[in-house]
T-cell receptor, first 115, second 115 residues
Framework: DQQVKQNSPSLSVQEGRISILNCDYT??????FLWYKKYPAEGPTFLIS?????DKNEDGRFTVFLNKSAKHLSLHIVPSQPGDSAVYFC??????????????FGKGITLSVRP | GAGVSQSPSNKVTEKGKDVELRCDPI?????LYWYRQSLGQGLEFLIY????????KSGLPSDRFSAERTGGSVSTLTIQRTQQEDSAVYLC?????????????FGPGTRLTVT
């Protein structure tokens, strides 16, 4: 039972354009969401996060949008750069239930940015 | 400062053997997590340590898996009588796990291959 779903396994965009990576979740108890970026043979690197009390968080070229009613979040990268090519994981945790901060991950999406 | 480190980076073992994987978290991080990533899958939570509290072992797939954290720092994940389905990348992460900082920082992982 996938509680965090990244339904598109891959995305290819042109350098300079916007990349939009989508993520859906089913557990309404999730209240904190994170995006991680992973290069081959390396561990995931934290990119950006958002609390459920917000609907948008921006950090430089990266913006995460959260739609709680739709249980959907998205990561926007603009402008996209070739160095952004990596696997991106969406993750969620349910802290307000008093549970610990263990993360539930999606399967990841491979982003390729073409020069 | 130094990030999360893991050893060994690669481990090949024969079915039925025991293996130990080591994680050194970021200094000062009180929370430590183990995850694994099987081929084509997202990261799967295994176990969580926070300070002196009893660990959350809810993600361990079988009683062949165990982990300990000595002195609130270094952690060892032990897999007894390894099976081929145990082959995966085992990732360790640490965090401050405070209200202001839920982000988890990952090590490079240990790639375990059971032959």
């Amino acid at each position: 039972d996938q509680q965090v779903k990244q339904n598109s396994p891959s995305l290819s965009v042109q350098e300079g354009r916007i990349s939009i990576l989508n993520c859906d979740y089913t557990n309404s108890m999730f209240d904190y969401f994170l995006w991680y970026k992973k290069y081959p043979a390396e561990g995931p690197t934290f990119l950006i996060s958002i609390s459920s009390i917000k609907d948008k968080n921006e950090d430089g070229r990266f913006t995460v949008f959260l739609n709680k009613s739709a249980k959907h979040l998205s990561l926007h990268i603009v402008p996209s750069q070739p160095g952004d090519s990596a696997v991106y994981f969406c993750a969620a945790s349910a802290r307000r239930t008093g549970a610990n901060s263990k993360l539930t991950f999606g399967k990841g999406i491979t982003l390729s940015v073409r020069p | 400062g130094a990030g999360v480190s893991q050893s060994p980076s690669n481990k090949v073992t024969e079915k039925g053997k025991d293996v130990e994987l080591r994680c050194d978290p970021i200094s000062g991080h009180t929370a430590l997590y183990w995850y694994r990533q099987s081929l084509g899958q997202g990261l799967e939570f295994l176990i969580y340590f926070q300070g002196n509290s009893a660990p959350d072992k809810s993600g361990l797939p079988s009683d062949r898996f165990s982990a300990e954290r000595t002195g609130g720092s270094v952690s060892t994940l032990t897999i007894q009588r390894t099976q081929q389905e145990d082959s995966a990348v085992y990732l360790c992460a640490s965090s401050l796990d405070e209200v202001s900082s839920y982000e988890q920082y990952f090590g490079p992982g240990t790639r375990l291959t059971v032959t």
